[in-house]
């Protein structure tokens, strides 16, 4: 069936530090690919979203290329800040009723 | 700009009781998904309705069921609880043509005691 595997946290970086959340994905289909946020104590937000291949998405300075090739769907920021501080999940849509498929989250520590 | 509203937002409920949570999509959004986050875990999904008909099933136990009403809002109700079932709820809506964007609430946190 459909997966999402994204890299183990927690991500613990300090402030200013590049930053790469792997995610990779298996689906028989098309799937749009989607970032999700969630901070302490609150719900999920969306952070960028991409529907087809080579399509990058970008949100606050994070960014996430469709691949493909390689079935990736990696988020970067070149210069974390304390406020990014999250769990980031990565999901796929594959179709059908819009129902998402997450990966197990990745936790970051942002410290100044 | 209208958000995804749910109630309560914290629970407590001891063991074989019953809940109930409700959610309201984000007006003229057409479709609910109900997801179980446990502590640390990602969201499983539980159960969507699209125009107030189930379109869609997960790992949601017998013990649950849900229902969209005429005016769009959910209900999930969860019977003899236990202690696992201890769990924050998601609920979302998205537009059925979204392009798979979902928009989650901020969640119902549920404790069994």
């Known amino acids: 069936g459909d997966s999402v595997t994204q890299m183990e946290g927690p991500v613990t970086l300090s402030e200013e530090a590049f930053l790469t959340i792997n995610c990779t994905y298996t689906?028989?289909?098309?799937?749009?690919l989607f970032w999700y946020v969630q901070y302490p104590g609150e719900g999920l937000q969306l952070l960028l979203k991409a529907t087809k291949a080579d399509d990058k998405g970008s949100n606050k300075g994070f960014e996430a290329t469709y691949r493909k090739e390689t079935t990736s769907f990696h988020l970067e920021k070149g210069s974390v800040q304390v406020s990014d501080s999250a769990v980031y999940f990565c999901a796929l849509n594959a179709g059908g009723y819009n129902k998402l498929i997450f990966g197990a989250g990745t936790r970051l520590a942002v410290h100044p | 700009a209208a958000g995804v509203i749910q109630s309560p937002r914290h629970l407590i409920k001891e063991k074989r009781e019953t809940a109930t949570l409700k959610c309201y999509p984000i007006p003229r959004h057409d479709t609910v998904y109900w997801y179980q986050q446990g502590p640390g875990q990602d969201p499983q999904f539980l159960i969507s309705f699209y125009e107030k008909m189930q379109s869609d099933k997960g790992s949601i136990p017998d013990r649950f069921s849900a229902q969209q009403f005429s005016d769009y809002h959910s209900e999930l109700n969860m019977s003899s609880l236990e202690l696992g079932d201890s769990a924050l709820y998601f609920c979302?809506?998205?537009?059925?043509?979204?392009?798979?964007?979902?928009?989650f609430g901020e969640g119902s946190r549920l404790t069994v005691l």
């Open positions: 689906a028989t289909g098309y799937p749009s």
């Open positions: 979302a809506s998205s537009l059925d043509e979204g392009a798979g964007e979902l928009f």
